[in-house]
Nanobody
C-alpha cells in the first residue's frame, strides 16, 4: 500500500523558516516526480513546487520568489520543501504528491498519490 506522509508543519512567525518532509512507503521516489501543493479554506489547491523524478530540475510558482527549495533524498525515500522568509499568506495546508516518472508538472491531475497534508501557520 502506497503512503505519502508529510511532516514538519507548525506555527512560525513571519520571516521564519520551516522544512517540510514527505516520506514515502510502498513506492520508490527514485522513479517518482514529487510536487508540493497548498490549500487554504474555501480555495482550490495551488501548486507550490515540483522536482523531476531524476532530480535534475525543479519548478516553483511565481509567488515562491526564491524563498523555497525542493530536494530529494532517495536513500531515505523522502522529499523536502525548505521554506524561508515565510509570510502570513503562506499559511495553508501543504500536501505532497507523487507522479510516476513525473517531470515536474504543476497540474494536480498528473499526480497519482497524495499525502494527508501538514498545516503551516505563519503569524504576523
Amino acid at each position: 500500500q502506497v503512503q505519502l506522509v508529510e511532516s514538519g508543519g507548525g506555527l512560525v512567525q513571519a520571516g521564519g523558516s520551516l522544512t517540510l518532509s514527505c516520506a514515502a512507503s510502498g513506492l520508490s521516489f527514485m522513479t517518482y516526480g514529487v510536487a508540493w501543493f497548498r490549500q487554504t479554506p474555501g480555495n482550490k489547491r495551488e501548486f507550490v513546487a515540483a522536482i523531476r523524478w531524476d532530480a535534475t530540475t525543479s519548478y516553483f510558482s511565481d509567488f515562491v520568489n526564491g524563498r523555497f527549495t525542493i530536494s530529494k533524498d532517495n536513500a531515505k525515500n523522502t522529499v523536502y520543501l525548505r521554506m524561508i522568509s515565510l509570510q502570513p499568506e503562506d499559511t495553508a495546508v501543504y500536501y505532497c504528491a507523487g507522479h510516476y516518472y513525473g517531470v515536474g508538472s504543476s497540474a494536480e491531475y498528473d499526480y497519482n498519490y497524495w499525502g494527508q497534508g501538514t498545516q503551516v501557520t505563519v503569524s504576523s
